[in-house]
């Protein structure tokens, strides 16, 4: 039997890939989940049983790690979908095609879809709605619906609703866009992407004018670089926009000859047309390398290739055994099977090898790698097509003549000349996180290592909190071989690395990935704004097809830092504990708060909110609540709020999350607009309410990001302050920027996964 790595993997699978049947386990093992995996998609084969062997021996010992969706829902019965990534439909411009759009988007989050939607389409705050004569409230009004959405379809289940907005350079709500998330309290749910057109970095470099048009009318100019310095400094500041090369992403598609992409997943890997859908996977290269540290250590080319031939065969056959949300995404996925196969500890592979990650060795390569995989990716296609047929949109000289086979070597192009190609885009680099955690803590997709060894607080039924030391695959495997001794000079991380070593990084993968790559630019704190702009222009010209960035800052955060012991040796991320109260604070006999009145549309009585706060140490925290009405109507269920809400926030620590809580409850007979938004119900309307209590006494973040900082829990913390955010899933501050998905160090939560 196979055995986890660290105790943290464990508890991954046992959380959210390990099949129960109302709490009770069904998979035994991890070898039973790999078993039902491959016996699932095995089942569409006419020789199932003989591909199930083949199958199983793939996922064995974690080399070839499908994605979460797979690996949770594949052979369950169960009504969920076994892709990760969306795109909606094309949103129209018109209140019933808008709404409908967004029953779409939440059909598809209900079965556990990631979705990204362009609202380039909706016309700008102002302009004119013919037949009401009334102006348009514009497309973010319509973003804050789609957040309440999600936060909806959240709170009925365990899965994070995910999504991505993005919106052309050239429409005239471009500027409230970029500056969108300078509120705390909005669109939460959502990653942010500007779509960077050629024309508009063309403009950016000479100094020209830009125009922002919709529906061919020119609302105003503006200057180019202008409106790229906003897009900076927002980024800059509070780590959203995101910048996608939409003009490089459809010149370079194999498929732009029948389809045009304005949109992306949720963390940018699969940029994908209206109704697109793509699944996920990933070769573990860090399972495949033989002798490890030795002057001898390679990945074995035939391995290598035999595991990628193997992963698209399974791939493909989930595009036939998944259900989808919808019949329009059904339809899409089995015109063009698409699928995304990626690669996952690369980082660790390299150091086995002796390769400083960013080195000009390490990204000759990792361009070597990534052209064997997608050299052996669309053979195994080919031949997959000779047996079961190209994809049904295939035209040889259309799709031959995409920019992405002009470095491909001859016999490649010509086994799709004979056999056609089963799948229309097969490459993608996705963000890994929590199954690089399962694998036994390997680097994760082509990130540097973050922090080579960190200690987890792991909360035991008991109440108390154990630690245990996380250690980074390939520095496992050194100690195991060297014991103490010293790690190498190549042996950086996240932390040291230059952001340039990041984008040289980035674009030598991207030359062998068809779709795109999920990837964070993890940039120093003092980094100078020219400096940090210069990131995208040279991202942008070494044929990267987007960028995103994080830059630990007073706004955003910081991530998790790592404690070096050396300059050369970083070994362990020590942190900081949080230090939980026991027992409730006393309450003094007198305290000070405010009193806000809520008034819900349509109730004749106002609800009447009051916090009262504590102050220790200089630093005010919330103490308790009290609801009060005249209906009653509410009576039970306020009184029953306020003691429940009291009694967490005498406990301390982190108790911010009872807003996200608060805040995600709806209401099945429909909220209320207030104040501009969408509230889905009178709770949510509380949340609201104590929300910007805590952010107007400083216990939560009141600018950008809403960053959560808990004074209290700062006062308690042993050593230093907390340096990243909390965790809304298990409190511990140990949340980081990877991939462009905050994920936690502890617990394994990701705000994309």
């Known amino acids: 039997m196979s055995r986890f790595a660290a105790p943290i993997a464990e508890q991954i699978w046992d959380m959210k890939y390990r099949l129960k049947d109302h709490g009770k386990p069904v998979d035994q093992t991890v070898e039973d989940s790999w078993r039902r995996i491959a016996r699932a998609l095995a089942a569409v084969e006419e020789t199932p049983d003989a591909w199930e062997e083949t199958f199983y021996a793939a996922l064995e010992d974690f080399k070839f790690l499908p994605a979460g969706r797979i690996i949770a829902g594949a052979g369950t019965g169960r009504a969920v979908t076994l892709f990760n990534c969306f795109v909606m439909g094309t949103i129209p411009d018109d209140m019933g095609g808008i709404f409908e759009n967004l029953k779409e988007a939440a059909l598809t989050m209900q079965q556990g879809g990631g979705v990204g939607f362009d609202f380039s389409t909706i016309r700008p705050r102002g302009a004119d709605v013919k037949g009401v004569g009334a102006d348009a409230s514009g497309p973010l009004s319509f973003m804050d619906v789609w957040d309440s959405m999600c936060r909806t379809i959240m709170s009925a289940g365990s899965r994070r609703g995910a999504m991505m907005a993005t919106m052309r350079c050239d429409h005239p709500d471009i500027e409230d866009f970029i500056g969108a998330k300078r509120d705390p309290a909005r669109l939460r749910m959502f990653n942010m992407s500007v779509l960077v057109t050629d024309d508009f970095m063309a403009a950016v470099k000479a100094g020209k004018s830009w125009d922002l048009v919709f529906d061919h009318k020119v609302y105003r100019t503006v200057e180019a670089r202008d409106l790229w310095n906003r897009i900076m400094k927002s980024t800059y500041d509070f780590a959203e926009p995101g910048v996608i090369f939409i003009d490089r992403i459809n010149a370079t598609n194999n498929l732009n000859y029948c389809e045009t992409i304005a949109a992306t997943n949720p963390c940018g890997e699969q940029p994908l047309p209206p109704y697109g859908a793509c699944l996920l996977g990933s070769v573990n290269l860090a399972k495949l390398v033989a002798d490890p540290f030795e002057k001898t250590a390679r990945v074995e080319g035939a391995a290598l290739s035999e595991l990628v031939q193997t992963a698209v065969r399974m791939m493909d056959n989930v595009v036939s055994a998944s259900r989808f949300p919808l019949p329009q995404q059904e339809k899409e996925a089995n015109d063009k099977r698409r699928i995304g196969l990626g ?330 607009w207030m104040e501009g938004k969408y509230i889905p119900s009178i709770l949510a309307a509380i949340g609201g309410v104590i929300e910007r209590h805590l952010i107007n006494i400083g216990f939560i973040g009141g600018e950008g990001m809403g960053l959560k900082t808990d004074p209290q829990a700062q006062v308690l913390a042993v050593g230093e302050a907390p340096r990243a955010k909390a965790c809304p899933s298990c409190g511990q501050y140990d949340m980081r920027m990877l991939e462009g998905c905050m994920t936690c160090g502890s617990c394994g939560y990701s705000k994309c996964s």
């Open 343 to 672: 690669v996952t500890g690369l980082a660790d592979a390299l150091l086995m090898l002796g390769l400083r990650y960013g080195s000009d060795a390490a990204v000759a390569q990792t361009e070597a790698w990534m052209k064997e995989i997608a050299r052996a990716a669309y053979l195994a296609s080919a031949d997959l097509a000779r047996e079961k047929g190209a994809f049904p949109l295939f035209d040889a000289e259309k799709y031959l003549g995409g920019a992405f086979f002009q470095h491909m070597d001859d016999d490649v192009k010509d086994a799709i000349r004979k056999h056609g190609i089963r799948n229309a885009l097969l490459t993608s680099i996705a963000p890994t996180g929590t199954i690089s955690l399962l694998a036994g803590n390997v680097s994760s997709g082509i990130e540097p290592v973050f922090a080579y060894a960190y200690t987890r607080k792991v909360l035991q039924p008991d109440g108390t909190r154990t630690e245990e030391e996380v250690v980074d695959y390939a520095v496992d495997l050194w100690r195991e071989k060297y014991g103490d001794q010293p790690l190498p000079d190549y042996f950086v991380n996240a932390q040291t690395l230059a952001p340039m070593d990041h984008v040289k990084m980035q674009a030598a993968a991207q030359k062998w990935v068809d779709s795109s790559i999920s990837k964070t630019i993890n940039c120093p704190e003092d980094i100078s704004f020219e400096d940090f702009k210069d990131i995208y222009l040279e991202a942008y010209e070494t044929g990267c097809k987007g960028c995103t960035t994080y830059r630990p800052n007073a706004v955003t955060g910081s991530v998790l830092s790592v404690d070096e012991q050396d300059d050369k040796t970083p070994e362990t991320d020590r942190g900081a504990d949080v230090v939980y109260i026991s027992e409730p604070l006393d309450r003094p006999q007198t305290l000070e708060g405010n009193t806000y009145k809520l008034k819900w549309p349509d109730s004749e009585h106002a609800i009447y909110i009051t916090v009262n706060d504590v102050v220790i140490n200089g630093h005010r925290r919330p103490f308790e609540v009290f609801i009060n009405s005249k209906n009653m109507e509410h009576f039970a269920w306020t009184v029953a709020l306020t003691r429940m809400i009291s009694a967490v926030f005498r406990r301390g620590g982190d108790v911010s999350f009872v807003v996200e809580e608060l805040k995600a409850v709806f209401d099945p007979r429909g909220g209320a």
